[in-house]
């Protein structure tokens, strides 16, 4: 098993660790021992609840940015989830500090998930112009319904862990700092009370809620002021909109379409380089990490004319 995903159980709980720092990112490493841990968890005879937790400061932030560019290597991120979501032992997943892209969708792939009361759930993927790859704009309307789901995708916004529990993204949300204490208390929950596999997939009442509705129609049109030139905001809402029109596994492959689409983007191109370009520029080469800084509170800018004024 892969050295970053640990399996142990504790009582009737199977624990599924990451520890990846610093914000345990989906890395080929986390994917494979994902899997490898799962299966590890479903062969426990005497776990009858999986729990899935991350050390450090956050659940799993995203995606991996130095694999960003690089061929990926099997498994995806996809069919990771795929295999979460159709276990048949419930899997609980744990969140605190952010749950965002790949890491809220791994969330939304497991059968219940609980929150420390300070941490946040988002969707960023569309600020570097592209869309929720891995079954976001498929299982997240099924849970807050079509409004909300655009809202968070095409936006990026996070949100706190009380609304996602009024939204219905968690089902629990405690308080404290100590998240594997939360899940093993929320998982020996499930495992008490004899709670089913609950996969988002198979949840309709929102989608038939939304059904026929004006609401894409709608929100199309408030993106063409409040997003006119940008490509891929408008292909969330395509891909939101097939989880209304499509069977599940349809709206998945159409979700890859409309990511792919994103990917061959100049728009997106740009903004994965403005990305790492904003991070590159925080460095100073040749100065070591545990250089003091000092506390700046005035700029003074010198210079003279129109671009002395333009500067300041």
Same mark, same amino acid.
């Given at each position: 098993m892969s050295e970053v995903v640990t399996y142990?159980?504790?009582?009737?709980?199977?624990v599924i660790t990451v520890n990846y720092p610093p914000v345990n990112a989906l890395s080929h490493a986390v994917r494979s021992? !994902? %899997?490898a841990a799962l299966e590890q968890g479903q062969k426990d005879a005497d776990a009858k609840v !999986?729990? !899935?937790v991350c050390e450090g400061r956050t659940f799993i932030a995203g995606a991996d940015?130095?694999?960003f560019g690089k061929p990926m290597q099997e498994p995806g991120l996809s069919a990771v989830i795929e295999q979460y979501e159709n276990g048949d032992k419930p899997v609980v997943a744990a969140i605190h500090g952010t749950a965002l892209g790949g890491g809220l969708e791994t969330a939304l792939g497991c059968h219940y998930r609980v929150a420390l009361s300070s941490a946040k759930v988002g969707l960023p993927e569309v600020k570097l112009g592209l869309l929720p790859g891995a079954g976001g704009t498929q299982r997240?309307?099924?849970l807050t319904g079509a409004q909300k789901a655009l809202e968070m995708i095409t936006t990026g916004e996070f949100v706190g862990a009380n609304d996602a529990l009024t939204l219905g993204i968690v089902d629990a949300v405690e308080d404290g700092s100590d998240i594997k204490a939360a899940g093993l208390a929320y998982a020996q929950k499930i495992a008490d009370e004899g709670k089913? %596999?609950?996969r988002v997939r198979d949840l309709t009442d929102k989608l038939e809620a939304d059904k026929g509705s004006e609401v894409f129609e709608q929100f199309r049109a408030g993106l063409q002021k409040k997003a006119r030139g940008q490509f891929s905001p408008f292909k969330c809402v395509d891909a939101v909109e097939a989880a209304f029109s499509l069977p599940f596994e349809d709206g998945m492959k159409r979700?890859?379409?409309l990511f792919m689409e994103c990917m061959e983007s100049p728009q997106r191109?740009?903004?994965i380089h403005a990305f790492f370009a904003e991070r590159e520029v925080s460095k100073v080469k040749g100065l070591p990490k545990e250089t003091p800084v000092r506390d700046i509170h005035k700029v003074g800018v010198i210079g003279a004319g129109t671009m002395g004024g333009g500067i300041a």
């Open positions: 142990n159980r504790e009582g009737s709980i199977g021992g !994902l %899997v !999986l729990l !899935l940015i130095r694999e997240l309307p099924r089913p %596999v609950r979700e890859r379409e191109a740009g903004l």
